[in-house]
């Protein structure tokens, strides 16, 4: 009996194969199933490995935020003149669409609301900015809509008819006081939702003597320099544009310019003069220490324009010049040559990519600083500054995206801080 009885170990070991068998196979069931599940995830499109990484590579491709999408958009803003184009597209859609300014009606007719004595010069741009905002359609008459309201003062007008800078103050404190004695409008901001707009540096030396403007008020303004009170995130550099324009723009004209840097006109500030000093007899520089006398010849000032690389923008008695804006229309690289200087549309268009911007310690090294520019690199600066031309010319009516526009712009992303 003994010889046939089983021992218990050899009688379970059927039984555990079996349970082990099974156990196996629930492992290999599991792990497959999550590992197919894991593939179909990463590829529905797909069913084999190979054409799993195909397909999640042309997927990569097309989805928004991704690694070549956003290597696209860095690209795009490289070439880009503006600091965010697609942020300065949408905003200037919504000024067109929303943009509101109210302007006082009241004052002296000789003296306030009405177009400053001409729309020529080199403060032409006060002139126009008046006349363009009656005729567009920023403008309304009802108050309540308002996001700005504008002080219509022109102190270039005042300056035109003799006024001295203390009596211009007096009017102008005076006026104020007027509107806010009449009003209710400027008592909710302190002002903050006003404006006002000056070219001359008259219109800056009356207002000097009435702080609630300068303090509390956004101004517009073609002298926008830090060390006199100018205040970037508050106010707005006006670009100061001689008008109307001599010669047509300049474009396609790269082969026509042969000398490296110009400058002609009169010593009237120390950087000026040290540029005359130390580059007027150069061979490689055309530098000049007054303006090309016009019996020489008709717009040879302006033709000199037409046959340089880099025009020379030495600040004068205040740290703008509207030679700046002669450089842009007329093809030349403006090379700015002014500390202190919030250049105009600072904070929209990106001016290192069709300016060179230089502190005035810099005159000295001037001639070595422009010849290290690169032929590429002075192709991609000309490129560039012709797609800003638009942004510095005045018209009347005024055209989208042109310099009124611009300020209108300017001052729309100011009213955005401004609370009740």
């Known amino acids: ?16 194969t079996v349970q082990g068998s099974l156990l196996t196979l629930a492992i290999l069931t599991l792990f497959s199933f999550t590992y197919f599940s894991f593939n179909s995830l990463r590829s529905p499109l797909s069913s084999t490995s190979s054409s799993s990484s195909t397909t999640q590579l042309s997927v990569a491709k097309m989805v928004p935020g991704d690694h070549m999408v956003e290597r696209h958009y860095r690209q795009a803003e490289r070439l880009s003149v503006y600091h965010s184009p697609d942020v300065f597209r949408f905003n200037y859609a919504e000024m067109e669409r929303k943009f509101k ?54 102190c270039h007008k005042m300056r035109g008819k003799g006024t001295s800078y203390e009596n211009m103050t007096v009017i102008v404190q005076n006026y104020v006081q007027s509107l806010i004695s009449k009003y209710p409008y ?32 956004i101004r517009a303004v073609c002298s926008p320099s830090y060390d006199v009170g100018f205040i970037p995130h508050k106010d707005v550099a006006l670009p100061q544009v001689l008008q109307p324009f001599a010669l047509p723009a300049g474009g396609n004209d790269l082969e026509n310019r042969t000398t490296l840097g110009f400058w002609a006109g009169h010593r009237n500030s120390k950087i000026r003069v040290i540029l005359a000093r130390v580059w007027e007899n150069d061979t490689e520089l055309d530098i000049s220490n007054n303006r090309i006398n016009r019996a020489m010849g008709p717009l040879l ?55 060179v911007v230089l502190k005035e310690n810099d005159v000295y090294q001037l001639k070595q600083i422009l010849k290290d520019k690169s032929d590429a690199e002075f192709v991609a600066l000309h490129k560039n500054l012709v797609k800003v031309q ?31």
């Open 1 to 16: 009996m003994s010889a046939w009885k089983t021992s218990p170990a050899v009688s379970s070991l059927p039984l555990c």
């Open 101 to 154: 300014v109210y302007i006082y009606p009241d004052g002296d007719p000789d003296t306030f609301y009405q177009t400053p004595r001409k729309l020529t010069g080199k403060y032409a741009s006060e002139g126009y900015f008046f006349q363009n905002i009656r005729e567009s359609p920023f403008r309304t008459d009802d108050p309540n809509q308002a996001h700005l309201f504008f002080i219509p003062i022109s």
């Open 390 to 420: 638009r942004h510095f010319q005045w018209n009347s009516p005024p055209i989208k995206y042109d310099a009124f526009h611009m300020v209108m712009y300017e001052l729309w992303l100011r009213h955005h801080v401004i609370k009740y």
């Open 186 to 217: 400027w008592n909710r901001t302190l002002g903050a939702d006003h404006f006002f707009v000056t070219c001359h540096d008259v219109g800056v030396r009356a207002t000097e003597g009435v702080p609630l403007l300068v303090k509390n008020s």
């Open 301 to 355: 000032y302006q033709k000199r324009f037409y046959t340089t690389k880099f025009c020379i923008c030495p600040g004068g008695s205040q740290v703008n010049s509207a030679r700046i804006t002669d450089s842009i229309h007329y093809g030349c690289v403006p090379v700015i040559l002014s500390n202190y200087y919030d250049l105009p549309f600072n904070d929209i268009l990106d001016w290192h990519k069709f300016a």
